[in-house]
């Protein structure tokens, strides 16, 4: 048996045992965060590919020391070529969290995150804490404190209509936003279960002028609206 345990655990088990779970945290903290705000890659996804990174680099640097022990240090293994492959492979599946339309572009910052993520995850692997606490605390400070200094002169958001019509209230809804201050950035058109409700959510771009505490009340105005639903949360 102890035999065993001696095959499975290295002599510096407890030491890679850390480095996984710190990474385990490390991610679930940033994953955290774009969960609490609907992301499509929330808590689980940062949390595996932080933990994936670290786990990819730790192996590596195992097997990088068992050859050395038995003598092939003459075998050059390049921790750098490793690392990335990684951040390519972590590329497109950041990608896959990006949404383009006509004039507009959303998730660059859920994708931003997975890509520091795996970063992190591969400071943590190579047994460099100092440096992936610290960027982990950097980046819940860019996506906690710097989304809320209104620092911009333009802001973004999406405002969804609901009600009949058809193109008709299509057109008349994007007249009555241009007409408001609004800039139309992109918009999608669902159905709302009826043949003629339709629903548009449209993305804006607007100043501050164009959101006083009245805005609903004044698209509710709006010819044809049934339902407004406003959403102002930073992309």
């Not at 710190?22 to 774009?34: M, Q, S």
């Not at 809804?173 to 003629?196: N, P, Q, V, W």
Request: glycine share 14%.
């Amino acid at each position: 048996m102890e035999q065993l345990l001696q095959s499975i655990l290295p002599g510096n088990g407890l030491l890679l045992l850390a480095q996984l779970l710190l990474a385990t945290v490390l991610g679930g903290l940033v994953g955290i965060e774009r969960e609490i705000h609907g992301r499509p890659a929330g808590l689980r996804t940062h949390i595996l590919v932080c933990l994936g990174s670290a786990l990819i680099i730790v192996a590596f640097e195992q097997l990088k020391a068992g050859l050395v022990l038995e003598g092939w240090d003459i075998i050059q293994m390049d921790p750098a070529r490793v690392a990335a492959g990684i951040i390519t492979g972590i590329g497109f599946l950041g990608a896959g969290t990006i949404l383009k339309g006509k004039d507009h572009v959303m998730g660059l910052t859920t994708a931003a995150s997975i890509w520091v993520v795996a970063a992190i995850g591969i400071t943590t692997g190579l047994g460099q804490f100092f440096l992936a606490i610290t960027a982990t605390i950097l980046v819940l400070f860019v996506l906690l404190i710097l989304q809320r200094l209104d620092v911009r002169t333009e802001h973004y958001g999406e405002i969804s209509l609901t009600g009949y019509g058809g193109e008709d209230f299509f057109n008349n809804s994007y007249t009555g936003l241009t007409g408001m201050g609004f800039r139309i950035r992109g918009y999608r058109i669902e159905s709302a279960g009826s043949d003629k409700d339709i629903k548009v959510r449209f993305q804006v771009r607007y100043t501050r002028a164009a959101s006083g505490a009245d805005l609903i009340g004044k698209l509710m105005r709006m010819d044809g609206v049934r339902s407004v639903s406003w959403d102002n949360t930073p992309p």
